[in-house]
């Protein structure tokens, strides 16, 4: 059963379908693309595997209409050159089990004019060099938004200077027009953010990203009607790289604000306003305002990274943070690593044998399940503590532990085949087996069925190897 | 500054004003109301002489649906009663839901001493008798309602008797007057029988019995509630055809809508939340469509999230626990709360606080709440 929102509503659809776009493909089915057909070619276009560009038969206009067919329903806006260039927008529906959502959410991080020369310096520092490993993937932030606090041009104009070089791409912070003139004559090239327009500056503002070919932000708070009226304005003039920043309201405000950004998402999604098929930009910073300036500084950048998941998992497109603490940027880096994670891709490893360090045939032998989170997890733990022994993966079907114990994909049956058909036991001379701690209810099952003598090892896999050095030295 | 911002606004508006009996402190004029009328200043100077093109016309993206959720009631008598369900929308903006999601505080029949220290700080005095514990979270940290968990009477834990754990139950419902969630010890043979005593003791407090799922004598489960008069919770693995199955054998057994509560499952953040995600989303589209099977409140075991060890396990490249553990209970709630859930199990006052905080907003309507100005942020901002 699905239960797809289109079906729901009985609303529009928006995506052209292959046959949509053969039409638009001058159906000679010359070849020169690489694929047999013009209609093969229809199909990836479709899927996004080929550009509209690589079928050479076609004129600038032919082609511009085919790229209006297959544009997604948000627009994808590009930040920055080169290397360094992001991308945002880009998604096709509301809810990710429809399809997936594409371009994570970019998270970028403030610094302030008017900060001293190396709190400045330290602060973007930290910026660029801020990772944490998960399974197997490295998360990063993405940008540095150059904040106008001092409002001075002069002020600002050097702070952008002095982050002319970031290896990141940049967010230009100012409503003030002379002073985002100021620093796009430094980096006006590198494609920057403009933030931003508003009802009071939208002609200067306008015309300084028309001048320099930049993306730029719309901020109109708590004002659906304006914003739309604004956004019509800049694509009048010819803007179409905008991104929407409809205000981040936060406490008793919240509710309003997810009601924003859901409209907007609905209205590009589900209506096909061309005024709102824009990115959405969040600002979780504004908890750092010194009105609404209650509680430690603890208790902000907690706060601060429960809005940003909120805003996340409200299709916030890019947000604009303050704090720099990692405890802060752990949870919504790992909220964003899984939010954007592809569920038509299967989320599991091959089952079988897998193998770590030196091996003989006392060597225990550690159990898992083939989900790949969950594998990716014991893997590292196991290489980075320097393991020596073997690794058997079961067949959840992509299922966790404990998941796949309450579902009876892991069973003391399903341990006993792997056991058998993996040939473990002709590499080792033992028959025990470690299983992971939130195993515990099939240990029993598990002996009954295989003749191997089960321990229950550590719930999380991060123990591991210490469980096997205790193991050892027990031995002794 | 907000009451003065909206002085201002009005003022913009007008061309003289007449003050009957003015009286300011110099002090303050200098410090408060200077930003406030050079922003108001610069503004009106800065609109623009170019006339802006008018769009076509805003109109809120409202759709209306086919079928709509059912309420469930839990506490009765003289217990208080709290109310989950009743939305006939996905969103706010097209009609607030009627009930605000419900935070339900973790109690256990014995100390727990695997907890983990940043809820233990909290509760260390009170882990010896459920009924302090219980009333430690009601008075000091506002819970709504609480979940025993009857942990004790697991076969490899302490093997408590059905009539301990009738006891347990007796000494938390004399303790508090908020309705109660009785959990088992997770052992599927046991759970029905204690369960049933459970509910037996607790005879038409309209309690929360978790839980029934396909791996247990689910129809004993059903049968305690309907004779004592409680709700059961539905327990699914991340599978909307296998809550359906459920939900309709529970049904079968004389259970209605209106006590049926399901849990389709909370992955913790990080461990798989993205799969709760789609199928609470399909739950409760499913729901508002029209499917009868799923028209039920939605639970989550968003305590799931101590068992990340990115919320527990030290390691100083991560900072201190106490602030992560806090912040990945909120985050997977939260979540799990931007899909539709109605109630939360937790441990942790701090995630409590401000889960229940962003939840309320839930039932007021778009438009009503007055907001603070955000219009100057970027010099407004600490450093
Ligand atoms: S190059 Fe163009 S015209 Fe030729 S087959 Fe490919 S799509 Fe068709």
């Not at chain 1, 995506?15 to 949509?20: C, E, H, I, S, Y």
């Not at chain 1, 206009?61 to 290397?83: F, N, Q």
């Not at chain 1, 709102?276 to 609404?292: L, T």
Request: proline share 5%; glycine share 8%.
């Amino acid at each position: 059963m699905d239960y797809r929102a289109g079906e729901l509503k009985g609303g529009i659809k928006l995506r052209a379908t292959v046959m949509d776009i053969y039409r638009l493909l001058p159906k000679t089915n010359c070849g020169k693309c690489g694929e047999a057909s013009c209609m093969a070619f229809a199909t990836k276009l479709n899927e996004k595997e080929v550009e509209p560009i690589q079928c050479t038969q076609m004129a600038e206009k032919e082609r511009e209409k085919v790229e209006d067919a297959i544009a997604p329903a948000v627009r994808e806006v590009v930040i920055g050159t080169g290397d360094k260039a992001i991308t945002i927008g880009g998604d096709e529906v509301m809810y990710r089990y429809e399809l997936t959502f594409y371009n994570p959410t970019a998270l970028v991080i403030e610094v302030s004019d008017d900060l001293s020369e190396e709190e400045f310096d330290a602060k973007v520092k930290t910026i660029e060099n801020i990772e944490f490993e998960r399974t197997g993937e490295l998360l990063k932030l993405s940008a540095i938004a150059v904040r106008n606090k001092s409002g001075d041009v002069e002020k600002f104009a050097k702070a952008t200077e002095k982050v002319k070089n970031s290896k990141l791409p940049l967010v230009l912070c100012s409503f003030n027009p002379d002073a985002m003139k100021a620093a796009l004559e430094i980096v006006g090239d590198q494609r920057p953010l403009i933030y931003g327009a508003t009802e009071y500056n939208l002609e200067n503002m306008a015309d300084l990203a028309l001048e320099y070919k930049c993306p730029i932000t719309l901020f109109v708070p708590h004002d659906l009607e304006k914003m739309k009226e604004l956004s019509y304005n800049l694509r009048s003039e010819g803007i179409n790289d905008i991104v929407l920043d409809p205000g981040t309201y936060v406490r008793e405000g919240t509710g309003d604000t997810l009601d924003e950004f859901i409209m907007i998402r609905r209205l590009a999604v589900e209506k096909g306003d061309p005024d709102f098929r824009f990115p959405i930009m969040g600002v979780p910073a504004v908890h750092w305002i010194y009105e609404s300036g209650l509680g430690t500084m603890v208790d902000k950048g907690i706060r601060e990274a429960v809005t940003a998941a909120k805003l996340m998992n409200s299709y916030a497109d890019i947000l604009i943070m303050h704090g720099t603490e990692i405890w802060e940027l752990i949870p919504v880096l790992t909220l964003r690593q899984g939010l954007y994670t592809d569920p038509r891709k299967p989320q599991a490893v091959d089952p079988g044998l897998y193998t770590f360090g030196e091996l003989d045939e006392n060597t225990p032998v550690l159990l898992t399940t083939n989900f790949s989170l969950t594998f990716y997890t014991v893997e590292g733990d196991l290489k980075s503590g320097d393991a020596n022994c073997y690794l058997l993966v079961l067949d959840t079907d992509g299922r966790a532990v404990d998941v796949s114990v309450a579902g009876n994909q892991f069973t003391g049956k399903a341990v006993a085949d792997l056991i058998k058909e993996s040939g473990i036991e002709d590499k080792v001379s033992h028959r025990k087996l470690i299983i992971p701690g939130l195993g515990a209810p099939v240990s029993g099952d598990i002996e009954d069925e295989s003749g191997w003598e089960v321990a229950v090892g550590p719930r999380d896999s991060s123990q591991a190897p210490d469980y096997l050095n205790k193991i050892k030295e027990e031995a002794k | 500054m907000d009451q003065m911002s909206q002085l201002l606004k009005l003022l913009e508006k007008t061309d003289s004003i007449e003050i009957n009996e003015f009286r300011m402190d110099f002090d303050e004029l200098e410090l408060q109301i200077m930003p406030a009328v050079q922003r108001a200043m610069r503004k009106s100077k800065e609109l623009q002489e170019k006339t802006i093109l008018e769009a076509s016309k805003f109109v809120p993206p409202l759709e209306t649906y086919p079928g709509k959720v059912e309420e469930v009631q839990l506490g009765h008598g003289k217990r208080k009663s709290v109310y989950l369900g009743g939305q006939t929308a996905l969103y706010r903006f097209e009609e607030p839901q009627p009930n605000p999601p419900v935070v339900t505080f973790d109690v256990f029949d014995i100390p727990m001493p695997g907890l983990p220290r940043p809820i233990r700080e909290h509760f260390d005095d009170v882990m010896e008798h459920p009924g302090d514990w219980a009333k430690k979270a009601v008075k000091d940290f506002g819970a709504n309602m609480v979940t025993i968990h009857l942990i004790g009477t697991g076969p490899k834990v302490m093997d408590k008797t059905p009539r301990q754990a009738a006891q347990d139950i007796e000494e938390v419902l004399q303790a508090v007057d908020v309705p109660l969630v009785i959990g088992g010890s997770g052992d599927p043979k046991k759970d029905p029988i204690i369960l049933e005593a459970a509910a037996q003791a607790a005879e038409d407090e309209r309690c929360l019995l978790a839980s029934a799922n396909l791996d247990l004598d689910y129809k004993r489960v059903a049968k305690a509630a309907v004779d004592y008069n409680h709700a059961v919770l539905s327990w699914a693995i991340t599978d909307v055809n296998m809550q359906k199955v459920l939900n309709r054998y529970l049904m079968k057994e004389g259970l209605t809508q209106n006590d049926i509560v399901m849990d389709p499952t909370t992955c913790a953040l990080g461990y798989g939340i993205e799969f709760s995600i789609d199928v609470i989303t399909r739950t409760r589209l499913g729901a508002l469509k029209g499917d009868t099977e799923l028209q039920m409140p939605m639970s989550s075991g968003t305590t799931n999230a101590w068992g990340s060890r990115e919320a527990w396990m030290k390691n100083d490249a991560w900072g201190p626990t106490e602030y992560r553990g806090p912040i990945w209970e909120t985050i997977t709630g939260l979540t799990m709360m931007l899909c539709g859930v109605d109630i939360f199990m937790m441990l942790h006052p701090t995630s409590v606080k401000i889960l229940t905080e962003i939840g309320n907003t839930f039932t007021q309507e778009y438009l009503s709440t007055e907001l603070t100005d955000l219009s100057e942020w970027i010099t407004e901002l600490e450093n």
